[in-house]
């Protein structure tokens, strides 16, 4: 197992240490990881101390704005030319060579098939020729686990919690029991909420910017543009069931944009902008909600609500959530965890993380192991057991 110190005591790349200094380093085990699984090349290094030595996100909005969305084949070829050099930051910025390194973790699924397959193959690769242990991590479990090594000691979520995990590919609502076991209580019956946000930005023609579609519809509904008009509310579908539809929502603002017959003024597209977000904000809670409620009658009361993904950055969800939560329990205050912003989004320290307990217990996944780029979550389990050891 590799020993890490701080960052300031490393002289250069290739520096050695003296033997006494080296008594006096703790005990590390440390992962190199990385992330391909959609439009951002990412490794990053991180310890079994939760400490983040490095986390490097190469973003591709540029390549994927033209095309309204990500295109496969443009992501695929953008992976193979930046996932070399985002390795070698992320062992430069940690201050740590190839074989300091203790075990390599990588996105197994699920996401774009050839985009996991960048990630998956430099990481089988790199294993295999230094005889590093590989582990392949399930993507969403890696967003879920993040707040167990960013949250404050004293606010760590404690199982079993409630997640909500809400990004360009996926609404899920699940309850965790534990690194390894979720059961999915609601997830969408059509589109992701961040889909959704994506298609009612490039709607009303907004640029992506530099930090991609759904983060510049949040910045426009903040514009003041003085004169904004009155569009009313969109509902809330499928009422009392625990199921999320983001399609019909972006298909109202479809409908609304197709029946207006003069050009929308630019506070007439933020009042859109707001009501969409509104809207989106709106069922959101109401399932949390409902989730909740469901667990009551099952006498499973979770005391945390962990909500990540990329749809998790955004801050006037993250007001509304809150005042959810402490309507719906106004009197045991349920926390609510988020991420760090920059840890919301895809991210390689994630994936790093969610793979550590397993390289602790020694279990591994064979050099040979298999993209899963459809992975249903809650048979996590089932299908490591499954795994080659």
């Known amino acids: 197992m590799t020993t890490v110190i701080g960052l ?23 992962v190199l990881a990385l992330e391909s699984s959609a439009d951002d090349t990412c490794a990053a290094v991180v310890t079994s101390s939760r400490q983040i030595l490095s986390n490097i996100v190469v973003k591709q909005h540029d390549l994927h704005e033209g095309f309204g969305g990500i295109h496969p084949t443009v992501a695929i070829e953008a992976h193979q030319r930046n996932m070399p050099g985002a390795v070698r930051r992320a062992l ?14 990588f996105t197994r699924g699920p996401g774009i098939g050839g985009c996991l397959s960048v990630g998956s193959n430099a990481a089988k690769s790199l294993a295999a020729a230094l005889n590093k242990p590989l582990v392949g991590v399930h993507h969403m479990q890696a967003h879920a686990l993040t707040p167990l090594l960013t949250a404050p000691v004293d606010q760590t979520p404690e199982f079993p919690f409630l997640t909500l995990l809400i990004s360009g590919g ?12 979720f059961e999915i209580l609601a997830t969408t019956a059509d589109e992701s909420v961040g889909r959704s946000f994506d298609k009612v930005a490039r709607m009303l023609g ?67 902008a707001r009501a969409f977000q509104d809207a989106a904000a709106q069922q959101l809670c109401e399932k949390l909600t409902l989730g909740l409620e469901k667990l009551s009658l099952r006498n499973i009361n979770p005391r945390h609500v962990v909500v990540s993904g990329g749809v998790a950055s955004n801050l006037f969800l993250r007001t509304r959530l809150r ?33 550590m307990h397993r390289f602790l217990a020694g279990d591994h996944d064979d050099y040979s192991i298999d993209l899963r780029a459809k992975w249903d979550i809650s048979t996590i389990l089932d299908v490591n057991s499954r795994t080659p050891a």
């Open 170 to 181: 996926h609404t899920l609502l699940l309850l965790a029991t534990s690194k390894t076991s």
């Open 206 to 272: 907004l640029s992506w910017g530099t930090k991609g579609p759904g983060a510049a519809l949040e910045d426009f509904c903040r514009k003041d543009t003085g004169d904004v008009p009155n569009v009313g509310s969109f509902p809330v579908p499928m009422p009392g069931k625990l199921a999320f539809s983001y399609s019909c929502l972006h298909s109202s603002i479809e409908r609304y944009l197709a029946s207006t017959q003069v050009p929308l003024t630019e506070g007439h597209r933020v009042a859109l």
């Open 323 to 355: 005042a959810a939560l402490d309507n719906y329990s106004p009197n045991v205050k349920i926390g609510l965890v988020f991420p760090p912003p920059e840890l919301c989004t895809d991210n390689a320290v994630m994936i790093g993380w969610a793979a």
């Open 92 to 105: 430069e910025d940690a201050k740590l060579m190839m074989q300091d390194v203790d075990g390599i973790a």
């Open 8 to 30: 300031a005591s490393w002289h250069s790349r290739g520096s050695r240490l003296s033997q006494s200094f080296r008594l006096c380093r703790r005990t590390l085990f440390t």
